[in-house]
């Protein structure tokens, strides 16, 4: 009992810690693929945040055709050793190679979740302030458009109505549950 006691908290912030950062490494690896605005507030911020630690990352692994994979690299890193934590707090012992391969689903599945809340964060804010300029907007805008415009031509809008977010939302679901439980089958991942 008094074990779990501080353990509990422990993987939570382990998970809360190292899930932010992580999320704002994948924002900026992102926004390097959609060419976002840099010169957004928000694109500003998590440039501040993440150059630190992808620096010295590129001079080892440099990007090529416009894919950052110092980025993807320190993801899988960061995700690696979050995983190893939690592990080790849970009392499984130290474990190296499984935490690197069960980091893959649990990106893939953040990479898509990204996706699906920006869709929806855009869809609301479209209903409450439309038309409304803001750095949030703008950014979450520049990331959701690579996926909404093959949509909007695919399905145009129908009395004004654009239905291309609630389409890629079901694609983004239907991708979620074909790709993650073979990933997580062949990882052997216990995390879910």
């Known amino acids: 009992m008094g074990n779990s006691y501080f353990t509990n908290p422990l993987i939570f912030l382990v998970q ?13 690896f992102l926004m390097q693929w959609v060419r976002a605005d840099f010169y957004n507030p928000l694109s500003q911020f998590v440039v501040k945040l993440t150059t630190p630690a992808l ?4 001079r080892i692994i440099p990007g090529f055709g416009g894919v950052d994979f110092a980025s993807i690299v320190l993801m899988w890193l960061l995700k690696s050793v979050e995983l190893m934590l939690v592990v080790s707090l849970m009392g499984g012992g130290f474990a190296l190679l499984g935490p690197i391969l069960w980091s893959i689903p649990q990106l893939v599945d953040l990479l898509i979740n990204v996706f699906l809340f920006a869709i929806l964060i855009q869809v609301i804010l479209s209903w409450v302030n439309p038309g409304s300029y803001n750095p949030v907007t703008a950014m979450i805008f520049s990331l959701t458009e690579p996926l909404l415009r ?5 399905i145009p809008p129908i009395s004004g109505l654009d239905l291309s977010p609630m389409v890629v939302m079901i694609g983004l679901y239907l991708l979620k549950m074909l790709l993650l439980p073979p990933l997580v089958m062949l990882t052997g991942s216990p995390f879910r």
């Open 16 to 28: 809360v810690l190292f899930g932010a950062y992580i999320l704002v490494v994948m924002l900026r």
């Open 55 to 58: 620096r010295p990352l590129r």
């Open 150 to 154: 093959p949509a909007r031509r695919m």
